[in-house]
């Protein structure tokens, strides 16, 4: 067994969202108010104050309104290790550099019918990571490309590019979450998005919450539609309990996922919860006829305490390779210092982020949050050795504002690839 390989990150992800404020969630990426009120929807005159209200970066016309919104991720992260590590996995202070890992725009607004339609547009620059080489197309990525219409008050149909409805830790964006990074098994066995039609509602009160979609990515791929792979994806959450101030909230979810895999290959891996590079597990390529997912998620809020946590299977049909199971799980617990509860969005089944009550552009101190996660990942099974790693990760967040957020994390790393 290898030694623990201990790993301090600093990062930044200063997310100077220009316009991430509202209370409905729409994407789990980000959440906005419709610039739209009822009034104006329905054709009322536009007083001087409503002018006067109007973000500088938001439009909105008779029939359309929307938002521009942007952000900026810079990262920094060292490492410590001792012999045994450095003769594993070799010497990572190449990748001990100051990182930009993202600058993304997009636009998200509404039609004003007498439901409004929601839409939303997002992309990233990424060409940090390639040493500015602006030569590969890959430095521009098309994130999200979706329309929301709604189907009565309780449900909706969605289709374009957007997260599909699995893993609430995959819902959530990046800056809800405590952690900076996503647990090594989100990243690692499920997609970020899709393309797909979705129908998704809620009902009891908005105390149960639904989605199942039908998604091949042949549009974003290159591939023709029968040549790309196919997924069908449903998701159900619950509230058995929903006190009200913050007494008290337990959410359940279960969701699964089936796909054909084509070209019949697969291939896992991720690194130790870190953006980019390095990848410390790696099954390879190995054939694969399909691919089904099984999650099982809990979380408890009570006042400014948050618990919670997930299990992810996913079984891949690969006959030749003994059909391996392959692993995943976290928890985590997290303690706001100095504010109230993080928000929940029952009518998606999921958490948005926090925003303190004083920032520290407004004289405040901002919001305070500490908190630990433990997560696992096992990707030997069968034939497939793509090795197991955990991580004990102590988490420290101080949110300046709605906008930005300055994180620090500290991880314990234990790594066992190839015995």
Same mark, same amino acid.
């Given at each position: 067994? +290898?030694p623990p !390989?201990?790993?301090?990150? *600093?990062?930044v992800p =200063?997310?100077? %969202?220009l316009? &991430?404020?509202?209370s409905?969630?729409?994407s789990a990426?980000?959440?906005?108010?419709?610039?739209?009120s009822d009034?104006?929807?329905?054709?009322?005159?536009?007083?001087?104050?409503?002018k006067?209200?109007?973000?500088?970066?938001g439009?909105?016309?008779r029939w359309?309104?929307?938002?521009l919104f942007g952000g900026?991720?810079?990262?920094?992260?060292r490492?410590?290790?001792?012999p045994?590590?450095?003769e594993?996995?070799g010497n990572?202070?190449?990748?001990e550099?100051?990182?930009?890992?993202v600058?993304?725009l997009?636009?998200?607004?509404?039609?004003?019918?007498e439901?409004p339609w929601?839409?939303?547009?997002?992309?990233?620059?990424?060409?940090f990571?390639q040493?500015?080489?602006?030569s590969e197309?890959? +430095?521009?990525? !098309?994130?999200?490309l979706? *329309?929301?219409v709604? =189907?009565g008050? %309780?449900a909706? &149909?969605?289709?374009?590019?957007?997260k599909?409805?699995?893993s609430?830790?995959r819902?959530?964006?990046?800056?809800f979450?405590?952690?900076?990074?996503?647990?090594?098994?989100?990243?690692a066995?499920?997609?970020s998005?899709?393309?797909?039609v979705?129908?998704g509602?809620h009902?009891a009160?908005?105390?149960?919450?639904?989605?199942?979609?039908i998604?091949n990515?042949?549009?974003f791929?290159?591939e023709s539609?029968?040549?790309?792979?196919?997924q069908?994806i449903g998701?159900?959450?619950?509230?058995?309990m929903?006190r009200p101030?913050?007494a008290?909230l337990l959410h359940?979810?279960?969701?699964?996922?089936y796909?054909?895999?084509?070209?019949a290959v697969?291939?896992?891996?991720?690194?130790p919860?870190v953006?980019?590079?390095?990848?410390f597990?790696d099954?390879?390529?190995?054939?694969a006829?399909s691919?089904?997912?099984?999650?099982?998620?809990?979380?408890?809020l009570t006042g400014?305490?948050w618990?919670g946590?997930?299990l992810?299977?996913?079984?891949?049909g690969?006959?030749?390779?003994?059909?391996p199971?392959?692993r995943?799980?976290?928890?985590?617990?997290?303690?706001?210092?100095n504010?109230?509860?993080?928000?929940?969005?029952p009518?998606?089944g999921?958490?948005a982020?926090?925003?303190?009550?004083?920032s520290?552009?407004?004289g405040?101190?901002g919001?305070f949050e500490?908190g630990?996660?433990?997560?696992?990942?096992?990707?030997?099974d069968?034939a497939?050795r793509?090795?197991?790693?955990?991580?004990?990760?102590?988490?420290?967040?101080w949110?300046l504002?709605?906008?930005?957020?300055l994180?620090?994390?500290?991880g314990?790393?234990?790594?066992d690839v190839?015995?």
């Amino acid at each position: 067994m +290898a030694p623990p !390989l201990m790993r301090r990150e *600093l990062a930044v992800p =200063l997310a100077f %969202a220009l316009a &991430l404020l509202g209370s409905t969630c729409l994407s789990a990426d980000e959440e906005f108010a419709p610039p739209n009120s009822d009034e104006q929807a329905s054709g009322a005159t536009e007083t001087p104050q409503d002018k006067a209200a109007r973000p500088w970066n938001g439009f909105e016309s008779r029939w359309i309104s929307g938002l521009l919104f942007g952000g900026m991720a810079l990262d920094f992260v060292r490492y410590a290790q001792d012999p045994a590590s450095r003769e594993q996995i070799g010497n990572l202070t190449d990748y001990e550099v100051p990182e930009i890992r993202v600058m993304r725009l997009g636009l998200a607004g509404t039609f004003s019918f007498e439901r409004p339609w929601r839409w939303y547009v997002s992309g990233a620059y990424r060409g940090f990571d390639q040493g500015f080489d602006r030569s590969e197309d890959a +430095a521009w990525s !098309l994130f999200d490309l979706w *329309l929301e219409v709604p =189907l009565g008050r %309780a449900a909706w &149909l969605t289709f374009g590019k957007f997260k599909e409805p699995l893993s609430m830790e995959r819902l959530m964006g990046g800056g809800f979450m405590p952690g900076i990074e996503r647990a090594m098994g989100t990243d690692a066995l499920t997609p970020s998005r899709n393309v797909g039609v979705q129908l998704g509602g809620h009902f009891a009160r908005s105390r149960v919450t639904w989605a199942a979609g039908i998604f091949n990515e042949w549009a974003f791929t290159g591939e023709s539609f029968d040549r790309a792979a196919n997924q069908v994806i449903g998701r159900v959450t619950g509230l058995p309990m929903n006190r009200p101030d913050g007494a008290g909230l337990l959410h359940l979810g279960v969701a699964g996922r089936y796909s054909d895999v084509k070209p019949a290959v697969l291939r896992f891996k991720t690194t130790p919860e870190v953006f980019s590079f390095p990848r410390f597990l790696d099954t390879g390529e190995f054939p694969a006829e399909s691919m089904t997912h099984g999650l099982f998620a809990t979380y408890y809020l009570t006042g400014p305490l948050w618990l919670g946590g997930e299990l992810l299977l996913a079984r891949v049909g690969s006959p030749d390779y003994g059909n391996p199971l392959f692993r995943s799980a976290w928890v985590q617990a997290s303690l706001i210092l100095n504010g109230d509860s993080r928000p929940y969005v029952p009518q998606r089944g999921i958490f948005a982020i926090l925003r303190p009550t004083r920032s520290v552009s407004d004289g405040g101190r901002g919001l305070f949050e500490i908190g630990a996660r433990y997560s696992t990942l096992d990707l030997d099974d069968g034939a497939v050795r793509g090795g197991q790693s955990s991580r004990l990760t102590g988490i420290f967040n101080w949110y300046l504002t709605g906008r930005s957020l300055l994180a620090f994390n500290y991880g314990l790393i234990r790594l066992d690839v190839d015995g």
